[in-house]
Protein backbone atom coordinates (compact mmCIF):
# COMPACT_ATOMS: atom_id res chain seq x y z
CA UNK A 1 0.00 0.00 0.00
CA UNK A 2 1.02 3.41 -0.96
CA UNK A 3 0.29 6.81 1.14
CA UNK A 4 0.72 9.91 -0.70
CA UNK A 5 1.01 13.67 1.13
CA UNK A 6 0.91 16.45 -0.61
CA UNK A 7 2.17 20.16 0.25
CA UNK A 8 2.43 23.28 -1.83
CA UNK A 9 -0.94 24.75 -2.69
CA UNK A 10 -2.46 28.09 -2.14
CA UNK A 11 -3.38 31.45 -3.90
CA UNK A 12 -1.38 33.19 -6.40
CA UNK A 13 -1.48 35.98 -8.44
CA UNK A 14 -2.52 34.91 -12.63
CA UNK A 15 0.86 35.26 -14.23
CA UNK A 16 2.84 33.64 -10.68
CA UNK A 17 4.38 30.70 -9.88
CA UNK A 18 3.71 27.33 -7.49
CA UNK A 19 5.61 23.96 -6.74
CA UNK A 20 3.61 21.38 -5.64
CA UNK A 21 5.09 18.65 -4.00
CA UNK A 22 3.92 14.93 -3.17
CA UNK A 23 5.34 12.40 -1.19
CA UNK A 24 5.45 8.65 -1.18
CA UNK A 25 5.33 6.60 1.53
CA UNK A 26 5.09 2.64 1.98
CA UNK A 27 5.27 0.37 -0.69
CA UNK A 28 7.18 2.18 -2.32
CA UNK A 29 9.28 -0.34 -4.40
CA UNK A 30 6.34 -1.12 -6.06
CA UNK A 31 5.44 2.68 -7.76
CA UNK A 32 6.36 3.39 -11.44
CA UNK A 33 4.33 6.25 -12.81
CA UNK A 34 3.58 9.38 -10.37
CA UNK A 35 1.79 12.36 -11.13
CA UNK A 36 -1.06 14.88 -10.84
CA UNK A 37 -4.48 15.47 -11.80
CA UNK A 38 -7.09 18.68 -11.26
CA UNK A 39 -10.53 18.98 -10.56
CA UNK A 40 -11.91 22.50 -11.01
CA UNK A 41 -15.64 22.70 -9.64
CA UNK A 42 -18.21 21.21 -11.62
CA UNK A 43 -15.35 19.63 -14.15
CA UNK A 44 -14.70 16.13 -14.15
CA UNK A 45 -11.19 15.40 -12.72
CA UNK A 46 -8.48 15.52 -15.30
CA UNK A 47 -4.56 14.25 -15.95
CA UNK A 48 -2.09 17.41 -15.49
CA UNK A 49 1.09 15.58 -15.83
CA UNK A 50 2.80 12.18 -15.34
CA UNK A 51 6.01 10.77 -15.17
CA UNK A 52 7.56 7.57 -15.06
CA UNK A 53 10.31 6.09 -12.63
CA UNK A 54 12.84 6.26 -15.58
CA UNK A 55 12.24 9.74 -16.26
CA UNK A 56 9.84 9.75 -19.66
CA UNK A 57 7.03 12.25 -19.05
CA UNK A 58 3.63 13.55 -20.37
CA UNK A 59 1.33 16.78 -19.80
CA UNK A 60 -2.12 17.86 -20.70
CA UNK A 61 -2.27 20.02 -23.83
CA UNK A 62 -3.53 22.95 -21.54
CA UNK A 63 -0.15 23.32 -19.52
CA UNK A 64 2.15 21.60 -21.72
CA UNK A 65 5.17 24.69 -22.18
CA UNK A 66 4.12 26.41 -18.21
CA UNK A 67 3.87 23.49 -15.98
CA UNK A 68 7.19 21.02 -15.18
CA UNK A 69 7.00 17.59 -13.79
CA UNK A 70 10.10 15.95 -11.91
CA UNK A 71 10.51 13.12 -9.74
CA UNK A 72 13.25 12.33 -6.66
CA UNK A 73 13.26 8.54 -6.77
CA UNK A 74 15.76 8.78 -3.82
CA UNK A 75 13.06 10.95 -2.23
CA UNK A 76 9.97 9.23 -3.23
CA UNK A 77 8.99 12.54 -4.31
CA UNK A 78 7.17 13.84 -7.35
CA UNK A 79 6.99 17.35 -7.76
CA UNK A 80 5.16 19.81 -10.51
CA UNK A 81 6.38 23.15 -10.96
CA UNK A 82 3.41 25.59 -12.15
CA UNK A 83 4.49 29.15 -13.70
CA UNK A 84 2.65 31.47 -15.60
CA UNK A 85 -0.49 30.55 -14.11
CA UNK A 86 -4.07 31.24 -15.14
CA UNK A 87 -7.06 31.73 -13.49
CA UNK A 88 -8.65 28.68 -15.35
CA UNK A 89 -5.70 26.24 -13.09
CA UNK A 90 -7.63 27.10 -10.28
CA UNK A 91 -8.64 23.66 -9.15
CA UNK A 92 -8.14 20.89 -6.73
CA UNK A 93 -4.54 19.02 -7.12
CA UNK A 94 -4.23 15.41 -6.70
CA UNK A 95 -1.32 13.60 -6.87
CA UNK A 96 -1.53 10.03 -7.92
CA UNK A 97 0.79 6.84 -8.18
CA UNK A 98 0.41 3.90 -9.86
CA UNK A 99 1.72 0.39 -8.10
CA UNK A 100 -0.18 -2.46 -8.00
CA UNK A 101 -3.07 -0.36 -7.85
CA UNK A 102 -3.05 3.54 -8.31
CA UNK A 103 -2.99 5.76 -4.99
CA UNK A 104 -4.52 9.43 -4.49
CA UNK A 105 -3.13 11.80 -1.73
CA UNK A 106 -5.71 13.92 -0.45
CA UNK A 107 -6.06 16.92 -2.69
CA UNK A 108 -4.13 20.75 -2.10
CA UNK A 109 -5.97 23.59 -3.11
CA UNK A 110 -4.16 25.84 -5.97
CA UNK A 111 -6.03 29.38 -6.62
CA UNK A 112 -5.34 31.64 -8.99
CA UNK A 113 -7.03 35.18 -9.16
CA UNK A 114 -7.08 37.51 -12.25
Known amino acids: QVQLVESGGGLVQAGGSLRLSCAASGSIFSINTMGWYRQAPEKQRELVAG???????NYADSVKGRFTISRDNAKNTVYLQMNSLKAEDTAVYYC????????WGQGTQVTVSS
Open 51 to 57: ITRGGST
Open 96 to 103: FADSFRRS
